[in-house]
């Protein structure tokens, strides 16, 4: 019997995940997909604005969201038994897609397709890493050390190795292949540099592509036939040596609003309350009276893009919900008020 293969999906906050696996369901070419998403925080959106797509190729049923904590910690306790679930459906998916947090150590994952009751019917087919070219160009994330000794210089908190940085790197050394996304926002020239920046970080034969809005043919991505689970030992990580780790250092919260009127002024606020507390990332989508589609959002650092993505669904309840991730002891209740202070439609 030949193993289900799965792909496993990172990127740091913002990168692009979520728009790149619609992408692949839109483009699934007859495949069966199943999708596992984890999110970090109590409460899951990803799952909400990847569902309802239409598309036979995954349906909602197919979608599992994980919301529980990062899968990399959770691995008995959730991930497993969720494998577990799909390959023993009476027609298994033709492939798995999962999509870490962004907080995620790939090898954890990888590891647990060890497993008795796992290893001998699923593989993983290839580790995808997906990474924001327009972030990079801006210095964050990146491995300069220039670039590094500046952000520190410019906030004194700064005085030890970045987990941030880690699990770039961590990421980037799990990889059979890496995706350099949104260079749409960067200038060829600068993404020439940053690829070389990003070769150093990859094992030799790793591949870098360019994407535009996680835009690539699921032919390249799935089907690498890599049985990473073999030979994760040889791939390096900073975090060989630790039983688990934590992220103490981020922070989460889920901020449900009701219907709105007018979407603009929590767009404005929103951009006020990014740049006034320490927010990483935003992802939602809003209820607008008068209009049938939803409303997305998306904001990475300063970066806020919003459009009409699909229809409300007629078993949905329209409502506004944006899932807001920061550094620790970001203050939430301002955050919430700046937010709050919004028209409700009546």
Same mark, same amino acid.
């Given at each position: 019997?030949?193993?289900?293969?799965? &792909?496993?999906? &990172?990127?740091?906050? =913002?990168?692009?995940?979520?728009?790149?696996?619609?992408?692949?369901?839109?483009?699934?070419?007859? *495949? *069966?997909?199943?999708?596992?998403?984890?999110?970090?925080?109590?409460?899951?959106?990803?799952?909400?604005?990847?569902?309802?797509?239409?598309?036979?190729?995954?349906?909602?049923?197919?979608?599992?969201?994980?919301?529980?904590?990062?899968?990399?910690?959770?691995?008995?306790?959730?991930?497993?038994?969720?494998?577990?679930?799909?390959?023993?459906?009476?027609?298994?998916?033709?492939?798995?897609?999962?999509?870490?947090?962004?907080?995620?150590?790939?090898?954890?994952?990888?590891?647990?397709?060890?497993?008795?009751?796992?290893?001998?019917?699923?593989?993983?087919? =290839?580790?995808?890493?997906?990474?924001?070219?327009?972030?990079?160009?801006?210095?964050?994330?990146? #491995?300069?050390?220039?670039?590094?000794?500046?952000?520190?210089?410019?906030?004194?908190?700064?005085?030890?190795?970045?987990?941030?940085?880690?699990?770039?790197?961590?990421?980037?050394?799990?990889?059979?292949?890496?995706?350099?996304?949104?260079?749409?926002?960067?200038?060829?020239?600068?993404?020439?540099?940053?690829?070389?920046?990003?070769?150093?970080?990859?094992?030799?034969?790793?591949?870098?592509?360019?994407?535009? *809005?996680?835009?690539?043919?699921?032919?390249?991505?799935?089907?690498?036939?890599?049985?990473?689970?073999?030979?994760?030992?040889?791939?390096?990580?900073?975090?060989?040596?630790?039983?688990?780790?934590?992220?103490?250092?981020?922070?989460?919260?889920?901020?449900?609003?009701?219907?709105?009127?007018?979407?603009?002024?929590?767009?404005?606020?929103?951009?006020?309350?990014?740049?006034? #507390?320490?927010?990483?990332?935003?992802?939602?989508?809003?209820?607008? &009276?008068? *209009?049938?589609?939803?409303?997305?959002? !998306?904001?990475? =650092?300063?970066?806020? !893009? #919003? #459009?009409?993505?699909?229809?409300? !669904?007629?078993?949905?309840?329209?409502?506004?919900?944006?899932?807001?991730?920061?550094?620790? =002891?970001?203050?939430?209740?301002?955050?919430?008020?700046?937010?709050?202070? !919004?028209?409700?439609?009546?």
């Amino acid at each position: 019997m030949s193993k289900v293969p799965a &792909t496993v999906i &990172t990127g740091f906050l =913002g990168a692009g995940k979520t728009t790149l696996i619609r992408h692949l369901i839109e483009n699934a070419d007859g *495949r *069966r997909l199943a999708l596992i998403i984890n999110e970090f925080g109590d409460v899951g959106v990803d799952g909400a604005l990847v569902k309802g797509c239409g598309d036979d190729a995954c349906p909602d049923e197919d979608i599992i969201e994980l919301a529980n904590g990062c899968i990399c910690c959770t691995v008995a306790d959730d991930f497993l038994p969720t494998m577990q679930r799909l390959l023993d459906r009476d027609v298994p998916p033709d492939h798995i897609i999962i999509e870490t947090s962004g907080l995620a150590l790939p090898k954890p994952l990888v590891k647990a397709f060890q497993w008795p009751g796992i290893r001998t019917r699923a593989t993983v087919d =290839g580790v995808v890493a997906l990474i924001d070219a327009d972030a990079l160009a801006a210095g964050r994330f990146a #491995h300069d050390e220039e670039a590094l000794a500046a952000a520190r210089a410019a906030d004194p908190t700064l005085d030890h190795d970045s987990p941030i940085e880690e699990l770039f790197e961590d990421q980037l050394a799990c990889a059979d292949l890496v995706l350099l996304n949104k260079t749409d926002l960067v200038e060829p020239g600068r993404l020439a540099e940053l690829e070389t920046s990003l070769a150093t970080e990859i094992r030799p034969g790793v591949r870098i592509l360019r994407t535009a *809005r996680g835009e690539i043919d699921p032919a390249v991505l799935l089907g690498l036939d890599a049985g990473v689970e073999d030979q994760i030992d040889t791939r390096p990580s900073h975090h060989d040596d630790e039983e688990d780790h934590d992220h103490e250092d981020f922070d989460s919260f889920v901020l449900d609003l009701g219907e709105l009127g007018n979407p603009a002024p929590l767009l404005a606020a929103l951009e006020q309350a990014i740049a006034a #507390h320490d927010i990483l990332r935003v992802k939602g989508f809003v209820a607008v &009276t008068g *209009r049938p589609a939803r409303l997305l959002i !998306q904001a990475v =650092g300063p970066r806020i !893009q #919003h #459009h009409y993505d699909r229809h409300w !669904q007629a078993e949905e309840q329209r409502a506004s919900r944006l899932v807001v991730i920061g550094q620790a =002891g970001m203050d939430r209740a301002a955050i919430e008020a700046m937010l709050r202070q !919004q028209p409700v439609a009546a």
